[in-house]
């Protein structure tokens, strides 16, 4: 089955103790992102990534980090959580950069950091 | 930059209302327009989407014209059911560089039988 994991669906964590979230896509897909979502704000992307060793800024950087070692992993990196990186995270993959190809979300990680 | 704009829910309708969900978006180009809904407790899903101006994107009994005279997706459905409740996200993609989707903030829908 054609999917977008990520691990772990729900985390609680303590302020500036480092946490990675997991994503892996099956489907041999180029393009991965990472989006968070906020009450009120919709979906705004963290970081993305057009291929293996390519990754990029998304509108909303500070304080994550990336890597794109394989082409079906694109783990997620909080160094030092705060609070405000309380949210629901969700990794998504596309067949190509090019617009227009749908994009696949994974099932969501909901992130709390008191 | 680009932007998307939907109208804000909640929308609450009985089952079989006829639905409409606004969205206006900004963008520079021709972007590829986008609506995606998310389930109770899931990831986002694509819907229906449309590539270029006129193009109707369709799936589900839903539909929403790609207008780009006055830069719409409006979704819009006949008759609506109780597994319709979901939020509705509207969003673009310009391309480029970055397959980047800018989304709406999600109108939240609700179908009560």
Same mark, same amino acid.
């Given at each position: 089955e054609a999917q977008v994991t990520q691990n772990p669906r729900y985390l609680i964590t303590v302020t500036g103790k480092k946490l990675t979230v997991t994503c892996s896509q /099956?489907? /041999?897909?180029e393009y991965m992102s990472w989006y968070r979502q906020d009450p009120g704000l919709g979906l705004r992307q963290i970081y993305y990534s057009m291929n293996v060793e390519v990754t990029d800024k998304g509108d909303v950087p500070e304080g994550y980090k990336v890597s794109r070692k394989e082409k079906r992993n694109f783990p997620l990196i909080l160094e030092s959580p705060s609070p405000n990186q309380t949210s629901l995270y969700f990794c998504a993959s596309s067949l190509?950069?090019?617009?227009g190809y749908e994009q696949y979300f994974g099932p969501g990680t909901r992130l709390t950091v008191t | 930059g680009d932007s998307v704009t939907q109208m804000e829910g909640p929308v609450t309708l009985s089952e079989e209302a006829f639905l409409t969900i606004n969205c206006t978006y900004t963008a520079t180009g021709y972007p590829s327009l986008f609506w995606y809904v998310q389930y109770p407790g899931e990831g986002l899903q694509l819907l229906l989407k449309a590539t270029k101006a006129d193009d109707k994107g369709s799936n589900k009994g839903f539909e929403a014209t790609y207008r780009k005279e006055t830069t719409s997706f409006h979704l819009e459905k006949g008759s609506v059911q109780v597994s319709d409740s979901a939020v509705y996200f509207c969003a673009l993609s310009s391309g480029g560089s970055n397959y980047k989707l800018t989304f709406g903030k999600g109108t939240l829908l609700t179908v009560n039988p």
């Open positions: /099956n489907m /041999n897909h190509s950069y090019a617009g | -």
